[in-house]
T-cell receptor
Framework: NAGVMQNPRHLVRRRGQEARLRCSPM?????VYWYRQLPEEGLKFMVY????????ESGMPKERFSAEFPKEGPSILRIQQVVRGDSAAYFC???????????FGSGTRLTVV | AQKVTQAQTEISVVEKEDVTLDCVYE???????LFWYKQPPSGELVFLIR??????QNEISGRYSWNFQKSTSSFNFTITASQVVDSAVYFC??????????????FGQGTTLQVKP
């Protein structure tokens, strides 16, 4: 039973480019969460999604950031026109709708140059 | 507002010493969950424990133990006979909506533990 899979592990983008981060939840998990960890800081909640629905996006920056969790395929966190301040580790977590615990992926380290 | 405070930014100990990592939380919820995660130098997040707010029994798992005290809103983590492999950043977290499974987590700033040989 594979865990939460995130790819890529490392992503380098130039300022102004787009970054797409992927998260495949654990099998049977229909809830996905995205967190951001800025350098030397703790994790901050960004968005919570269920299949085809955004449940809570209170932690998402108002501009340039979007997230989706389609019926088929992984959840995608998309950052348009990246800036240096977007450089961080982005973690995805998944959970079952009513049972299991909260499992994190290994994260994607985004570096904006 | 919900908040998690880990006042110790960095702790350095010598191998085999015991070490306690402090965690103080604030919440208005009567039902909530508390978590500890370990982040080793490789960067992934390793789940250590989840504790329900109704269960104040202390928990022990090998060299790890947790002391949950609602009266002081604390959920401290002790490593007994520390080892070099324990060197990592440790995060305490609180689930905001009480479900523990589907709620977002509020993380503390983390405590960096360095265990020297």
């Amino acid at each position: 039973n594979a865990g939460v899979m995130q790819n890529p592990r490392h992503l380098v983008r130039r300022r102004g480019q787009e970054a797409r981060l992927r998260c495949s939840p654990m099998k049977g998990h229909s809830h996905v969460y995205w967190y951001r960890q800025l350098p030397e800081e703790g994790l901050k909640f960004m968005v919570y999604l269920q299949k085809e629905n955004i449940i809570d996006e209170s932690g998402m920056p108002k501009e340039r950031f979007s997230a989706e969790f389609p019926k088929e395929g992984p959840s995608i966190l998309r950052i348009q026109q990246v800036v240096r301040g977007d450089s961080a580790a982005y973690f995805c977590a998944s959970s079952h709708s009513g049972g299991d615990g909260y499992t994190f992926g290994s994260g994607t380290r985004l570096t904006v140059v | 507002a919900q908040k998690v405070t880990q006042a110790q930014t960095e702790i350095s100990v010598v191998e085999k010493e015991d070490v306690t990592l402090d965690c103080v939380y604030e919440t208005r919820d009567t039902t909530y969950y508390l978590f500890w995660y370990k982040q080793p130098p490789s960067g992934e997040l390793v789940f250590l424990i989840r504790r329900n707010s109704f269960d104040e029994q202390n928990e022990i798992s090998g060299r790890y133990s947790w002391n949950f005290q609602k009266s002081t809103s604390s959920f401290n983590f002790t490593i007994t006979a520390s080892q070099v492999v324990d060197s990592a950043v440790y995060f305490c977290a609180l689930s905001e909506d009480g479900s523990g499974n589907t709620g977002k987590l509020i993380f503390g700033q983390g405590t960096t533990l360095q265990v020297k040989p």
